[in-house]
């Protein structure tokens, strides 16, 4: 089993890696992991231990853009023990990933979002922060199909960031304190003059929604929500992505 080293810290002699077991992460989708910890030179009190998933917000204020670290989700693991100095131990943990969690994996497009996951032994009261490793998240298939679609109206992909804030869209919003737009523009010339078009995902209860911002000459912006199951076909998402932006 393919296992990568997501994270690994020296804490006061004990060392911590968290190995997933697999390089395919997905929002909303299952991961497992294997958490192992190796006692240092001294015998050492652990009373817990953190994993938090983290992403890098843009944000505007006082006029000026700054990038704000924003926490998708934490999970804390309860271990109160002694870590024996030189002895290693293991410790399994499965959770499910966000399903707001950013795409990184765009096929080497110009992305600047990202994923990373931190973990943390509790140790003496305080918690170490420990070190933060990159994490590759790829587009689920639902959200596949609409990037399928979007080439096929014509549109193609020309960056994606993160974006810090909240969206609302019909029958649906975002809940982590921030969002990730993909940013769509035209292969050529459009009859209804969209400059660009932006995409944010919310997934809900089995169901993909988005909401899609308009930007047309002449007529400023405007918004749109689709939504759509996981079975819908490209051909599907081609006629609400029409129907949206025109």
């Known amino acids: 089993m393919f296992k990568k080293l997501l994270a690994s810290v020296g804490i006061g002699g004990a060392k911590i890696d968290t190995r997933l077991t697999s390089t395919n992460l997905m929002p909303g989708h299952p991961f497992t992991a294997d958490i192992v910890i190796k006692g240092g030179d001294v015998d050492q009190q652990v009373s817990g231990l953190s994993l938090a998933l983290m992403t890098e ?25 002694t870590l024996e100095a030189g002895k ?5 943990f499965n959770a499910v990933l966000h399903p ?7 096929g ?65 919003s975002s809940s982590t304190g921030c969002y990730q737009e993909l940013e769509f523009v035209p292969s050529g010339i459009t009859l209804f003059g969209v400059n ?7 997934p809900r209860e089995g169901q993909m929604n988005a909401l899609i911002e308009v930007d047309r000459a002449f007529r400023g912006d405007s918004y749109r929500s689709i939504s759509w199951h996981e079975s819908a076909s490209v051909s599907e998402l081609v006629d609400k992505i029409r129907h949206a932006v025109g």
């Open 57 to 81: 917000a843009k944000a505007e204020v006082d006029d000026e853009t700054v990038y704000e670290t924003v926490v998708l989700d934490r999970w804390q693991l309860n271990e109160n023990t």
């Open 88 to 92: 290693e131990y293991s410790i399994p």
């Open 100 to 106: 707001e969690t950013p795409i990184t994996s765009l």
């Open 108 to 172: 080497g497009r110009r992305n600047q979002s990202k994923v990373w996951l931190q973990t943390g032994l509790e140790v003496d009261m305080a918690l170490d922060p420990g070190d933060q490793d990159f994490l590759n998240v790829e587009p689920t298939p639902a959200m596949q199909t609409l990037l399928y679609a979007m080439q096929e109206c014509g549109y193609s992909l020309k960056k994606a960031d993160v974006e810090k804030g909240f969206l609302n869209g019909h029958g649906f």
């Open 196 to 202: 660009e078009v932006e995409v944010s995902f919310i």
